[in-house]
């Protein structure tokens, strides 16, 4: 084992918020290194392909999966340079006020420790940095005025068009989606070309994948990337007050300590916890940061209602992006539903490239189909079918958490088990999603149409270490630093006391840019 | 820039065919290729293939044609970090081969239970479909190994990878693949 000079910071994970932290640092002219466990991918990799695809995402995860409604980590997670952004669909609609205040306003839930309005500046400072397309102005039906998006709308297809007619006559306004991808050249990366395969990875860098924009940035600026390798334990000093630096498994399976002044866990919300739970000393037997017990609690994902259509015409199921074409927050207020004994919001977007095979491909659009069946429908689908998505909201529950288990990984790293179920309410907001959908549908005029019905996905994920004002009732503070070891900081969708409905990246970037700012400017104070 | 200039700007996928020994060279192939040259297995034994054949023809006409065992062998033979399967997607535990040899092991012994012996390959086409009807539905009485509706799904997710999910797959289908780096061997 080697200890490695001391750096300023080191950072776990090279994903969405570890890349954008690396690059804010790097550029204050602070010595940066990450970690990151999967390979450093170049833009070469990203083959256009179902199958190829499913390289960059990880395989063999370190968890075991209970619960009602087992969370689909590999699906879901990201592996190497980029993390899950490297394949995002790159919808990046904001959350609304009532996002940060669903306590207060309903009674249930968590609060956020901010506002709308703390976060608002930090989703400008994103989209100017990173583009965004979107027309901000039609948003701002449903949200507070900011800046425009630096790029128009992206283009529009017949498979996002067909949709209107039937969402307008339940009275669901649709605005052009907010995406993260350039509708026109932007800061020297091409325009997209509408090929529709963003979610194995846009190698022409039309989609703000992190490795060509804040990692980019970042190593400009000297940040160093260590990939395959794993952060194992995040190591503090006797007294227990300080963080000094991580224990990882380099690239030859050696290990290694990387010491550093400040130590920022950007390795997504399920290993977060897991790898602060295997942090544990005399000094936090329970695990580091984790005062308040609830390290690994409230764990939360997203749920998706799908609608399928068939059409006559040709709706151009091939072109597009994999991200929406158009938005809609019509149904967010979290009460919308509930009459039918559902709660939380539900964010709703229309129109997306398709393709035939993998979990999102057409081949799945009738699961139950096999052999001639199957293949006739296929002829069918090719040109005729088109799906509406209503991502919704459930609630933290304590329940849904993270947790050592026995079993060890091969460094010797107790596995971590995920219990997660779904409540009730979330349940009744799912299938009165798919009712919508449908009645939705049957206003189109499509010639069929039926609920993507299955068992209920888990989408995103969020929780495990939350933001909150006090040390008791959270694991950070609203800035991402833990209450307990003042150097020790948690970025990512992790920190997120209640998950809205719309995806979560734009608002992690935010986040995670205003974490990012504070941490340079108080710098003195929290280096170790 | 035009949409060409675009594309050839990004080159150099010179990993996207699958490796198969042949005569102790290593040849890359599609796996359609590779069943068409009768290439040897690494991973399943024959009577895993003809199982594996027959479920995947069942499920996806096409499928044997299309190399579905040699997919999934060639597959199983890589280290899991390098694997293409839906399996990886689908939170199944490395050694991948695993899955596959108690989900062939499990269609085997339920079609023997209730075929009078039969393995599923040596089942009429009509007997297949109707075994997998009920498999899909979890309504096979006494079933042992992984769960009858999770093979259906991720052996038709084989399937349809390598009848429907290729670039030749798109072809027959009719629809443009529009790839930015394109696989090799149009696979
Ligand atoms: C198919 C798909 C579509 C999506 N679409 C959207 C979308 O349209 N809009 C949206 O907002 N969001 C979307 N997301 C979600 C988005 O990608 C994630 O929210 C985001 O990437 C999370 O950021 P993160 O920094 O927390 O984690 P990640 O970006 O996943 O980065 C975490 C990194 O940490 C690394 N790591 C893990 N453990 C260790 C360890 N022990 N040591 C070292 N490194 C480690 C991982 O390899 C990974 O690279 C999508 C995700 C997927 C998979
Ligand atoms: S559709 Fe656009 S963003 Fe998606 S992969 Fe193609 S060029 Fe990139």
Known sequence: ?528 | MSDIARRALIKGAGLSALAFSVGGTQVLLSPRQAHAQNIPFRTLNAEQVETLEALGETLVPGAKQAGIANFVDQQLSVPHGEALLEARILNVRPPYANFYRAALGAVDKASQAKNGDKKFAQLTGDERYAFVDLMRQNKIDGWQGPPGPFIYLLLRSDSVDVVYGTMEGYAALGIPYMPHIAPEKRW
């Open chain 1, 1 to 528: 084992m080697a200890t490695l000079e001391k750096v300023d910071v080191v950072i776990v994970g090279a994903g969405a918020s570890g890349s954008l932290y690396a690059s804010v640092l790097a550029k204050a002219g602070k010595k940066v290194v990450l970690i990151e466990a999967g390979p450093d991918w170049q833009m070469t990799d990203l083959i256009s392909s179902d199958m190829w695809g499913r390289r960059v995402k990880p395989s063999g995860v370190p968890f075991l999966f209970e619960g009602k409604n087992p969370y689909g980590y590999a699906y879901q997670g990201g592996w190497g340079v980029g993390g899950a952004a490297l394949h995002y669909f790159a919808n990046f609609p904001r959350y609304l006020p009532t996002d940060f205040k669903v306590k207060s306003e309903h009674g249930k839930g968590l609060d956020w420790p901010i506002n709308y309005a703390d976060i608002a500046p930090f989703y400008d400072k994103v989209a100017a940095e990173i583009g965004v397309s979107g027309d901000a102005k039609s948003e701002e039906i449903w949200r507070p005025k900011g800046q425009a998006y630096p790029m128009p709308p992206m283009k529009t297809f017949r498979n996002g068009q067909v949709w209107l007619k039937g969402l307008e006559a339940n009275g669901i306004r649709m605005v052009p989606a907010a995406v993260g991808m350039n509708s026109v050249d932007f800061k020297g990366r091409p325009a997209c070309i509408y090929d529709g395969w963003c979610h194995v990875g846009c190698p022409i860098g039309a989609l703000a994948n992190p490795t060509i924009t804040y990692l980019a940035d970042a190593r400009k600026a000297g940040a160093e990337v260590r990939a395959l390798s794993t952060v194992t334990r995040i190591l503090t000093d006797a007294s227990g007050t300080k963080a000094t630096g991580v224990e990882y498994y380099d690239a030859k399976k050696e290990k290694q300590v990387q010491e550093a002044s400040v130590v920022i866990l950007a390795s997504w919300a399920a290993q977060n916890p897991r790898l602060l739970l295997n942090s544990a000393t005399d000094k936090h037997p329970k695990g580091l940061a984790n005062s308040s017990g609830l390290l690994g609690k409230y764990m939360m994902a997203h749920y998706a209602s799908g609608t399928w259509a068939m059409f006559d015409e040709d709706v151009e199921n091939h072109m597009g992006t994999v991200g929406a074409q158009f938005m809609s927050y019509e149904r967010y207020d979290k009460n919308a539903k509930k009459a039918k004994g559902a709660f939380g919001s539900t964010y709703i977007v229309a129109g997306t490239a398709l393709k035939t095979s993998d979990l999102g491909g057409f081949a799945n659009a009738r699961i139950d189909l096999f052999g001639p069946k199957l293949a006739e429908f296929m002829q069918r689908a090719k040109r005729g079918i088109t799906r509406l998505t209503a991502f919704g909201e459930e609630m933290p529950n304590i329940e849904n958490r993270i947790e050592q288990a026995s079993e060890k990984d091969e460094f010797g790293m107790p596995l971590a088990r995920f219990t997660h179920s779904f409540s009730d309410e979330a349940i009744a907001l799912w299938n009165a999603n798919f009712d919508e959908g449908i009645e939705i549908a049957k206003a189109t005029g499509a010639k069929e149409f039926w609920s993507a019905r299955g068992p209920m996905p888990t989408i995103h994920l969020f929780g495990g270490t939350i933001m909150g004002e006090a040390a008791g009732t959270s694991v950070t503070n609203s800035y991402g630093q833990t209450h307990d070891i003042a150097n020790l900081w948690v970025a990512g969708p992790g920190l997120f006391p209640t998950e809205g409905a719309s995806n979560p990246t734009y608002t992690i970037f935010a986040v995670s840019q205003r974490g990012a700012e504070n941490l340079v400017s108080k710098w003195g104070s929290v280096a170790g």
